[in-house]
């Protein structure tokens, strides 16, 4: 039955989840690894670019309403630098007011996911959200 | 204070004045012109009279003088009968002093002696009477030598007419008569100061009245513009407190907004942790439990998942009563919408062990223009009430494309509604069966909020039931084809 829910595995993938809820992170890691990711972490948006630098992931998911740097001032800063520029963003946020969605893609996100995230669900999610921002995990893997 | 008033009463009273003045002194100058126009024509009148006596009796005399020196004509006797007779004459009348003229202007005869010889040749009055006119002239003397000797403050017409008696053709001399109408110019001056009184008081009254009913006018002018000017801050206060109505009830939307904003973020996050959480345990992410904690497990992801659903809906109930309820038309793939549909679903479905199918028809275009977000949730609301309301059996969605809608039927095979209930089903905060028999939770909030949903994109929603058979419920939404969309752009 589990198999059945992750049709394609993210066997090898590097992601990062940046989040500042314990909660989010944990749950979202476990799913995540579950589906055959190595998965970073990291509390907040600078946390986050540091991880970046020290090491590349093939995308990141990213909360919105964070301490220190908002997911909205990450997502700048990313797309202003040269060498990140082109990484693969998806918002998972609890933000899901009308808008959000929009404002979130036109900020310069790839995707847009909404919590609580379902685990039996979430790597389907996952997967269709990165296919309609034209992201093929096959590219992703052939990255690394 | 009272501007109309003070401008009113200075031109008038100026006006009035200047009236006054014009009038009265007229009246005096016709006075005495019209008392010297009198005099004048009972002076001709009184001459005509005396000149035949005078010339009958005196002529020869007259004549002579003419040649004569003053001495001889003061110590001729015809000289003092000449001056008793006028005295006679003018004795009880107003003349108090004759002069009589030769032809050639000398003077023959005076009641004052001194004057007598003087040449009054190129004298005008003289000369106007010699030409057959009257000359008269109103002067003022302050002692003047009369027939009964000297006399004091006097006003005198002077009168030269020729004396020409009836019957003669030449001109025999010129008289000068001198006629006292000081008591008649007294009388005119009483007159003038009765008349000017009057006249005075009349205008004084007609001042006031006129002052009076231009105040009082002024009064309501004045009344009726303070209560204009109130009315105006009135309406101008009303305007403000509308204003600032209106601002208040603006920063209460945002503030509700912000607060709903804060709502949704700060109730989803504890959410998080438990459906993710028991998500994981119960899909055996963190290995095998046994199956008592399993069915644990598995409440607590239900009530989670029932929890997030209720707080949608209050959060879309309250969105839709703040008016922000915004319906954002965009290219959807309809698929996506439908996948999305079959995995959340597909699950709870899975648990009552009833089927499941989406069914969507060749006619629905790949791509269309619409709210994908509304119509995710007006399908879910209505499928998974289907799915809770269904024991045993199917629930399916149909989707079709007719002229110009996106047709969807969500059919069940359930316990349906009963037909006196059908008309309020999708009023707020009411469910079909209130009673405590009721074995599913619910706000009562899912089908109020697929109808408004629904006529927010100018669609319907329509239900049809058989109690113990099951339910449809069919939405029909307009929507344009992204074809449509592309050449309207154009």
Known sequence: ???????????????????????????????????????????????????????????????LSMPVMDGWEFIRQLRNDENHRDLKVIALTAHAMVGDQEKALSAGFNGYLTKPLEPATFVNQLLRVLDKAGIQLTLLATEK | MFPLVRYFSLTSLIVFILGFILIFANTHTNDINDLVDLREQNNVALTQAYANTIINDHGTFIASAATMSVDEITASPEFTHLDDDLRQLTQGSTIIKVKIYAPNGMTVYSSEPSQIGDDKSANPGFLTAMDGGVASELVYKDTFNAFEGNIEDRDIVESYV??????????????????????????????????????????????????????????????????????????????????????????????????????????????????????????????????????????????????????????????????????????????????????????????????????????????????????????????????????????????????????????????????????YIFDEFRQVDGSSKRNVGGTGLGLSIVRKFAEAMDGTVTVESTLGEGTVFTVVIPAETVEEKVAQAV
Not at chain 2, 288 to 309: A, C, F, N, P, W
């Open chain 2, 162 to 423: 020729s004396i020409q008696p009836t019957g003669a053709d030449e001109i025999q001399g010129v008289i000068e008569l001198y006629d006292d109408v000081t008591i008649l110019l007294n009388r005119i001056d009483e007159r003038q100061v009765v008349l000017g009184a009057g006249l005075a008081a009349l205008l004084t009254v007609l001042y006031l009245v006129l002052f009076f009913i231009v105040r009082y006018a002024e009064q309501i002018m004045r009344k009726q513009r303070t209560q204009i000017e109130s009315n105006i801050a009135d309406l101008a206060s009303a305007n403000s407190q509308l204003k600032i109505a209106n601002q208040r009830a603006e920063e209460a939307t945002r503030l509700k907004s912000e607060f709903l904003s804060t709502m949704s973020h700060e109730l989803r996050t504890p959410l998080n942790a438990i459906i993710g959480y028991s998500g994981i345990i119960s899909s055996g992410m963190s290995g095998t439990v046994d199956e008592k904690s399993m069915r644990m497990i598995k409440r607590i992801q239900d009530s989670g998942q029932h929890l997030l659903m209720l707080i949608n809906n209050i959060l879309d109930i309250s969105k839709i009563e703040a008016g922000r309820l915004t319906i954002v038309r965009d290219k959807t793939y309809v698929r996506d919408v439908t996948d999305g549909l079959q995995e959340q679903l597909q699950v709870l479905a899975d648990k009552k062990q009833i089927a499941f199918d989406i069914s969507v028809d060749d006619s629905v275009p790949d791509y269309l223009m619409i709210d994908s977000e509304r119509v995710t949730q007006i399908m879910i609301n209505l499928l998974s009430n289907a799915i809770k309301f269904t024991e045993e059996g199917s629930v399916k969605l149909d989707m079709k494309w007719q002229h110009g809608n996106l047709n969807m039927k969500a059919s069940d095979t359930g316990i349906g509604i009963p037909a006196h209930s059908l008309e």
């Open chain 1, 1 to 63: 039955m589990l198999t059945q829910n992750f049709p394609e595995s993210l066997q090898g993938l590097d992601v990062l989840i940046i989040d500042d809820d314990e909660n989010s992170l944990d749950v979202a890691s476990i799913v995540l690894e579950f589906a055959g990711a190595n998965v970073s972490l990291a509390s907040h948006g600078k946390d986050g670019l540091d991880s970046i630098n020290s090491k590349r992931p093939q995308f990141i998911l990213c909360d």
